[in-house]
Protein backbone atom coordinates (compact mmCIF):
# COMPACT_ATOMS: atom_id res chain seq x y z
CA UNK A 1 0.00 0.00 0.00
CA UNK A 2 1.49 3.65 -0.42
CA UNK A 3 -0.44 5.05 2.34
CA UNK A 4 -1.19 8.83 1.26
CA UNK A 5 0.15 10.42 -1.80
CA UNK A 6 0.43 13.90 -2.88
CA UNK A 7 1.23 15.39 -6.21
CA UNK A 8 3.75 17.80 -6.92
CA UNK A 9 6.07 17.25 -4.41
CA UNK A 10 7.16 21.14 -5.13
CA UNK A 11 5.75 24.13 -7.31
CA UNK A 12 6.92 27.62 -8.02
CA UNK A 13 3.57 29.68 -8.98
CA UNK A 14 3.31 33.38 -10.12
CA UNK A 15 1.16 35.41 -7.82
CA UNK A 16 -2.09 35.26 -9.51
CA UNK A 17 -1.98 31.72 -11.09
CA UNK A 18 -4.05 29.30 -10.19
CA UNK A 19 -2.86 25.47 -9.69
CA UNK A 20 -4.35 21.88 -7.81
CA UNK A 21 -2.80 20.04 -5.21
CA UNK A 22 -3.69 16.46 -5.70
CA UNK A 23 -4.05 13.95 -3.02
CA UNK A 24 -5.13 10.03 -2.67
CA UNK A 25 -5.18 7.24 -0.36
CA UNK A 26 -5.53 3.57 -0.49
CA UNK A 27 -6.36 2.84 3.05
CA UNK A 28 -10.23 2.60 2.33
CA UNK A 29 -10.35 5.63 5.22
CA UNK A 30 -13.04 8.03 5.34
CA UNK A 31 -11.90 11.25 6.32
CA UNK A 32 -9.69 13.28 4.97
CA UNK A 33 -7.76 16.16 5.30
CA UNK A 34 -5.47 19.51 3.93
CA UNK A 35 -3.21 21.44 6.04
CA UNK A 36 -0.76 23.66 5.55
CA UNK A 37 2.37 24.44 7.75
CA UNK A 38 4.39 27.39 8.23
CA UNK A 39 7.72 28.30 9.99
CA UNK A 40 6.55 28.73 13.79
CA UNK A 41 2.88 27.62 13.36
CA UNK A 42 2.34 24.14 13.38
CA UNK A 43 -0.12 22.91 11.32
CA UNK A 44 -3.31 24.72 10.33
CA UNK A 45 -6.29 22.79 9.39
CA UNK A 46 -7.61 24.47 5.40
CA UNK A 47 -10.45 22.09 5.28
CA UNK A 48 -11.72 18.79 6.05
CA UNK A 49 -14.06 15.98 4.56
CA UNK A 50 -15.03 13.41 7.29
CA UNK A 51 -16.94 11.21 4.64
CA UNK A 52 -16.98 11.49 0.80
CA UNK A 53 -19.70 13.92 -0.28
CA UNK A 54 -18.94 16.28 2.49
CA UNK A 55 -16.49 19.34 2.88
CA UNK A 56 -16.16 21.69 5.68
CA UNK A 57 -13.60 24.70 6.52
CA UNK A 58 -10.96 24.65 8.93
CA UNK A 59 -9.16 27.03 11.00
CA UNK A 60 -7.51 28.60 7.44
CA UNK A 61 -9.89 28.26 4.61
CA UNK A 62 -9.82 31.49 2.82
CA UNK A 63 -8.36 31.78 -0.74
CA UNK A 64 -8.84 28.10 -1.32
CA UNK A 65 -11.31 25.57 -2.46
CA UNK A 66 -11.86 21.69 -2.43
CA UNK A 67 -12.87 18.51 -3.66
CA UNK A 68 -13.85 15.58 -2.63
CA UNK A 69 -13.73 13.66 -5.99
CA UNK A 70 -14.37 10.27 -4.75
CA UNK A 71 -13.20 7.94 -0.77
CA UNK A 72 -9.83 8.28 -2.34
CA UNK A 73 -9.23 11.68 -3.74
CA UNK A 74 -9.81 15.08 -2.46
CA UNK A 75 -7.90 17.78 -4.01
CA UNK A 76 -7.13 21.26 -2.71
CA UNK A 77 -7.42 24.37 -5.60
CA UNK A 78 -5.68 27.84 -5.04
CA UNK A 79 -7.86 29.74 -7.27
CA UNK A 80 -5.23 32.80 -7.27
CA UNK A 81 -2.24 32.44 -5.84
CA UNK A 82 -0.94 35.03 -3.29
CA UNK A 83 2.27 35.17 -1.36
CA UNK A 84 0.83 34.32 1.89
CA UNK A 85 0.02 31.01 1.00
CA UNK A 86 3.36 30.06 0.38
CA UNK A 87 4.03 27.08 2.64
CA UNK A 88 4.37 23.34 2.87
CA UNK A 89 1.32 21.39 2.40
CA UNK A 90 0.49 18.14 4.45
CA UNK A 91 -2.49 16.19 2.93
CA UNK A 92 -3.69 13.30 5.65
CA UNK A 93 -6.20 10.54 6.23
CA UNK A 94 -7.86 8.60 8.90
CA UNK A 95 -10.99 6.00 9.42
CA UNK A 96 -13.01 8.80 10.93
CA UNK A 97 -16.23 8.12 13.13
CA UNK A 98 -14.78 6.50 16.24
CA UNK A 99 -12.52 7.72 18.83
CA UNK A 100 -10.16 4.67 17.71
CA UNK A 101 -10.64 6.02 14.13
CA UNK A 102 -9.31 9.92 14.33
CA UNK A 103 -5.25 8.46 14.13
CA UNK A 104 -4.06 10.48 10.94
CA UNK A 105 -1.63 9.16 8.27
CA UNK A 106 -0.07 12.01 6.41
CA UNK A 107 1.28 12.49 2.73
CA UNK A 108 4.92 13.57 1.99
CA UNK A 109 3.68 17.19 1.60
CA UNK A 110 3.73 19.65 -1.30
CA UNK A 111 6.22 22.64 -0.69
CA UNK A 112 4.96 25.49 -2.82
CA UNK A 113 6.21 28.84 -2.93
CA UNK A 114 4.31 31.86 -4.76
CA UNK A 115 6.53 35.04 -6.17
CA UNK B 1 -5.18 31.99 22.76
CA UNK B 2 -4.36 29.14 20.94
CA UNK B 3 -7.12 26.17 21.51
CA UNK B 4 -3.60 24.11 22.08
CA UNK B 5 -0.39 25.06 23.54
CA UNK B 6 3.01 23.72 23.91
CA UNK B 7 6.34 25.34 24.49
CA UNK B 8 8.49 25.34 21.12
CA UNK B 9 11.75 24.59 22.45
CA UNK B 10 14.06 23.63 21.39
CA UNK B 11 14.90 21.58 24.74
CA UNK B 12 18.82 20.85 24.38
CA UNK B 13 19.56 17.37 26.27
CA UNK B 14 22.35 15.01 26.39
CA UNK B 15 22.03 11.27 25.25
CA UNK B 16 20.82 9.13 27.88
CA UNK B 17 18.64 12.15 29.56
CA UNK B 18 15.09 12.13 30.45
CA UNK B 19 13.00 14.87 29.08
CA UNK B 20 9.31 15.93 29.10
CA UNK B 21 6.89 18.07 27.08
CA UNK B 22 3.65 19.22 28.30
CA UNK B 23 0.47 20.46 26.13
CA UNK B 24 -2.36 22.62 27.52
CA UNK B 25 -5.96 22.50 25.81
CA UNK B 26 -8.28 24.75 26.21
CA UNK B 27 -11.33 22.97 24.96
CA UNK B 28 -13.13 20.97 27.57
CA UNK B 29 -14.92 18.72 25.52
CA UNK B 30 -11.81 17.41 23.30
CA UNK B 31 -12.39 13.98 23.56
CA UNK B 32 -9.24 12.08 22.26
CA UNK B 33 -5.39 13.07 22.20
CA UNK B 34 -2.42 12.01 20.14
CA UNK B 35 1.06 13.02 19.96
CA UNK B 36 3.33 12.62 16.43
CA UNK B 37 6.78 13.03 15.65
CA UNK B 38 7.85 15.48 12.52
CA UNK B 39 11.50 14.92 11.39
CA UNK B 40 12.36 17.94 9.66
CA UNK B 41 11.37 18.35 6.35
CA UNK B 42 9.13 15.21 6.84
CA UNK B 43 5.55 14.69 7.21
CA UNK B 44 4.24 13.99 11.23
CA UNK B 45 3.72 10.61 12.13
CA UNK B 46 1.80 9.31 14.63
CA UNK B 47 4.51 8.53 18.21
CA UNK B 48 1.45 7.43 20.15
CA UNK B 49 -2.01 7.66 21.35
CA UNK B 50 -2.83 9.44 25.05
CA UNK B 51 -5.29 7.63 27.37
CA UNK B 52 -6.35 8.95 31.35
CA UNK B 53 -4.41 5.41 32.34
CA UNK B 54 -1.68 6.48 30.91
CA UNK B 55 0.24 4.32 28.46
CA UNK B 56 4.04 3.57 27.77
CA UNK B 57 5.82 2.27 24.57
CA UNK B 58 9.61 1.45 25.53
CA UNK B 59 11.28 4.54 26.32
CA UNK B 60 7.87 7.09 25.63
CA UNK B 61 5.05 7.78 28.56
CA UNK B 62 2.51 9.49 27.69
CA UNK B 63 -0.15 10.71 30.47
CA UNK B 64 -3.21 12.82 30.04
CA UNK B 65 -4.85 15.00 33.03
CA UNK B 66 -8.66 16.00 32.02
CA UNK B 67 -8.70 18.17 35.29
CA UNK B 68 -5.85 20.37 34.33
CA UNK B 69 -6.40 19.79 30.44
CA UNK B 70 -3.10 18.98 29.38
CA UNK B 71 -0.73 16.04 28.22
CA UNK B 72 2.36 15.05 28.58
CA UNK B 73 4.97 12.92 26.96
CA UNK B 74 8.06 11.72 28.65
CA UNK B 75 11.60 10.57 27.13
CA UNK B 76 13.53 8.58 29.39
CA UNK B 77 17.40 7.40 28.15
CA UNK B 78 17.68 10.02 25.21
CA UNK B 79 18.79 8.56 21.86
CA UNK B 80 20.29 10.75 19.32
CA UNK B 81 17.55 9.73 16.69
CA UNK B 82 15.14 11.07 19.11
CA UNK B 83 15.70 15.01 17.85
CA UNK B 84 12.58 15.84 15.84
CA UNK B 85 10.16 18.01 16.32
CA UNK B 86 6.80 16.48 18.78
CA UNK B 87 3.50 18.06 17.87
CA UNK B 88 0.62 17.08 20.35
CA UNK B 89 -3.00 16.77 18.82
CA UNK B 90 -6.50 17.22 20.18
CA UNK B 91 -9.68 16.09 18.61
CA UNK B 92 -12.88 17.94 19.02
CA UNK B 93 -16.34 16.10 18.30
CA UNK B 94 -18.49 17.92 16.18
CA UNK B 95 -21.25 16.45 14.36
CA UNK B 96 -20.47 12.90 14.00
CA UNK B 97 -16.71 13.51 13.23
CA UNK B 98 -13.77 14.44 14.86
CA UNK B 99 -11.72 18.19 14.48
CA UNK B 100 -7.92 17.93 15.04
CA UNK B 101 -6.17 20.49 16.48
CA UNK B 102 -2.26 20.08 16.63
CA UNK B 103 -0.01 22.26 18.95
CA UNK B 104 2.85 24.52 17.34
CA UNK B 105 5.08 21.51 18.42
CA UNK B 106 8.11 21.16 20.47
CA UNK B 107 11.78 20.34 19.30
CA UNK B 108 14.12 18.26 20.98
CA UNK B 109 17.68 18.23 20.33
CA UNK B 110 19.73 15.13 21.65
CA UNK B 111 23.43 15.80 21.63
CA UNK B 112 26.48 13.63 22.31
Known amino acids: NAGVTQTPKFQVLKTGQSMTLQCAQD?????MYWYRQDPGMGLRLIYY???????DKGEVPNGYNVSRLNKREFSLRLESAAPSQTSVYFC??????????????FGPGTRLTVL | RKEVEQDPGPFNVPEGATVAFNCTYSNSASQSFFWYRQDCRKEPKLLMS???SGNEDGRFTAQLNRASQYISLLIRDSKLSDSATYLC?????????????FGRGTSLIVHP
Open chain 1, 92 to 105: ASSKGYTVEGVTQY
Open chain 2, 50 to 52: VYS
Open chain 1, 49 to 55: SASEGTT
Open chain 2, 89 to 101: VVNIASGGSYIPT
Open chain 1, 27 to 31: MNHNS
